[in-house]
């Protein structure tokens, strides 16, 4: 009798576990995989596709409103949230399906039900199979951390909530100043909703670049949005259909939806890690993992959002088929996790990709910024006040480009095409080397010729 059952057990169905299934089938490993709740995991099913699919429908007003200055006289529209939701739901639940059968095609078998360790092979079904395994993978992901308790925490919804509200809110309160919080932000915004933003720190979108954190401000507060900084929610008080959030300045604010989004925290509780003896990461609460995704376990590891070190779902199908060439594959491949390019589908969009300015200027003694702000080509005929921001980051020594950052429409489409660029260390002059493209906004990355700052570091004495 074979020693074990399978040569992989993964735990979670999203977008990294399904990857690695997949890849190692491939490789000829016999293959199971548990998700408990549904195929595709967060992206697909309560995260980046829904999301983008409201962010679309909710650009449809603005659609609307800039067409008069192009000559079109667009009839009173009308808007149906229901109908969002339903198509919404179909497509889901389309890419559940599509997710199910190309893991079956692969060869691998796909258990709906939860799985928990006994021991460091054993994993126990909630249908009570157990199944012995060579090797596990753990792909559970994050989920919305409300954060410390306060009175009232009852009645505050998260992101996954959002997708299925019943109807449009008038008036929504957003606890938050990140990604999905700002998101969040510009869809209920554009469709119609009065929004206020409350974020506990200076400004939204810490961590990125202090020209994209101002500007992106300016511009939400430009379309309507309130935000609030400096301040956190105390209090949520239910009034019949109608909230009043009490925030720590003093002030209070009305609404139809109170909503959180201040962080996730990674789904390790409740899986039997203790009896598998797989180590959390104290500093982030992740399972911790080395560079390879392998746990304090030899033949376990993990990916994706579990182990919190990068929150982006192409970082964790890339951590799973890494894992899957180098375990099943005999082909060791080692994900960097440098220069990663990310969007905030906010309204406006940004891209961004390498460093920011201020990381720059930490990590290199001399360098150059190229920055350009304009009005949109769109925006000279529909009347709208909004501005593009483009900006390269660039060692003054080397002339190496170490990052883009970018507002304004198509930023995300932009920046995944200059991440290439960045990746293979292109220098400002290559990027000038190349000829324009108009006319575009993007254009703007290989016409700027001067630098709008340049900085030294002075060496300590």
Not at 27 to 35: D, F, L, N, Q, S
Not at 241 to 248: I, N, Q, V
């Given at each position: 009798m074979a020693e074990y059952d399978i040569d992989l057990f993964v735990i979670g169905g999203g977008s990294g576990g399904v990857r690695a299934a997949r890849i190692a089938?491939?490789?000829?490993?016999?293959?199971?995989?548990?998700?408990?709740?549904?195929?595709?995991?967060?992206?697909?099913?309560?995260?980046?596709?829904?999301?983008?699919?409201f962010v679309i429908g909710s650009h449809v007003r603005q659609e609307l409103e800039d067409a008069a200055g192009f000559g079109w006289t667009v009839p009173q529209a009308s808007f149906d949230w229901p109908t969002l939701i339903a198509n919404k739901d179909e497509e889901i639940a389309r890419l559940e399906a599509a997710y199910t059968v190309n893991v079956e095609k692969s060869g691998?078998?796909?258990?709906?039900?939860?799985?928990?360790?006994?021991?460091?092979?054993?994993?126990?079904?909630?249908?009570?199979?157990?199944?012995?395994?060579?090797?596990?993978l753990i792909a559970t992901g994050g989920a919305p951390d409300h954060g410390a308790e306060i009175p009232g925490i009852e009645h505050v919804i998260s992101s996954n909530d959002a997708f299925h509200l019943p109807e449009l809110p008038r008036r929504v309160v957003i606890q938050g100043g990140?990604?999905?919080?700002?998101?969040?932000?510009?869809?209920?915004?554009?469709?119609?909703?009065?929004?206020?933003?409350?974020?506990?720190?200076?400004?939204?979108?810490?961590?990125?670049?202090?020209?994209?954190?101002?500007?992106?401000?300016?511009?939400?507060?430009?379309?309507?949005?309130?935000?609030?900084?400096?301040?956190t929610v105390t209090k949520v008080a239910r009034h019949g259909?109608?909230?009043?959030?009490?925030?720590?300045n003093g002030s209070s604010?009305?609404?139809?939806?109170?909503?959180?989004?201040?962080?996730?925290?990674?789904?390790?509780?409740?899986?039997?890690?203790?009896?598998?003896?797989?180590?959390?990461?104290?500093?982030?609460?992740?399972?911790a993992v080395d560079g390879w995704s392998k746990t304090s376990v030899p033949h376990i590891y993990a990916i994706g959002d579990v182990t919190h070190r990068r929150n982006l779902t192409p970082v964790a199908i890339r951590?799973?088929?890494?894992?899957?060439?180098?375990?099943?594959?005999?082909?060791?491949?080692?994900?960097?996790?440098?220069?990663?390019?990310?969007?905030?589908?906010?309204q406006p969009e940004v891209g961004t990709v390498g460093l920011t300015e201020t990381e720059a200027r930490a990590q290199f003694s001399h360098v150059?910024?190229?920055?350009?702000?304009?009005?949109?080509?769109?925006?000279?005929?529909?009347?709208?006040?909004?501005?593009?921001?483009?900006?390269?980051?660039?060692?003054?020594?080397?002339?190496?480009?170490?990052?883009?950052?970018?507002?304004?429409?198509?930023?995300?489409?932009?920046?995944?095409?200059v991440a290439i660029a960045v990746k293979m260390k292109a220098r400002k002059a290559d990027f000038d080397a190349t000829l324009a493209l108009h006319p575009t906004a993007a254009e703007e990355l290989v016409t700027m010729r001067v630098p709008t700052a340049r900085h030294v570091r002075q060496a300590a004495e």
């Open positions: 089938a491939s490789y000829g490993a016999k293959v199971m995989i548990a998700e408990e709740y549904r195929m595709g995991g967060t992206c697909v099913i309560r995260g980046c596709v829904p999301k983008k699919l691998a078998r796909v258990v709906k039900t939860r799985a928990v360790f006994e021991d460091s092979h054993t994993l126990r079904l909630a249908t009570g199979e157990t199944v012995k395994a060579d090797h596990v990140g990604y999905i919080a700002l998101e969040f932000a510009g869809i209920f915004s554009g469709f119609g909703s009065d929004v206020t933003v409350i974020y506990r720190g200076d400004n939204i979108l810490r961590g990125f670049d202090e020209d994209i954190r101002v500007q992106v401000r300016a511009e939400m507060e430009k379309r309507g949005i309130t935000i609030l900084t400096r301040c259909k109608e909230f009043t959030t009490h925030l720590s604010i009305a609404s139809e939806q109170v909503m959180f989004a201040i962080g996730r925290i990674p789904n390790v509780a409740n899986l039997g890690l203790e009896k598998a003896g797989v180590a959390i990461n104290p500093k982030n609460g992740g399972i951590e799973g088929h890494a894992f899957a060439d180098t375990v099943f594959g005999k082909r060791p491949v080692r994900v960097d996790h440098a220069t990663i390019p990310t969007a905030v589908f906010s150059d910024i190229y920055k350009a702000t304009f009005r949109p080509i769109k925006a000279t005929m529909s009347g709208r006040d909004t501005r593009v921001l483009m900006k390269l980051v660039v060692d003054g020594v080397s002339d190496r480009v170490l990052g883009c950052h970018i507002i304004g429409d198509a930023a995300a489409e932009i920046i995944q095409a």
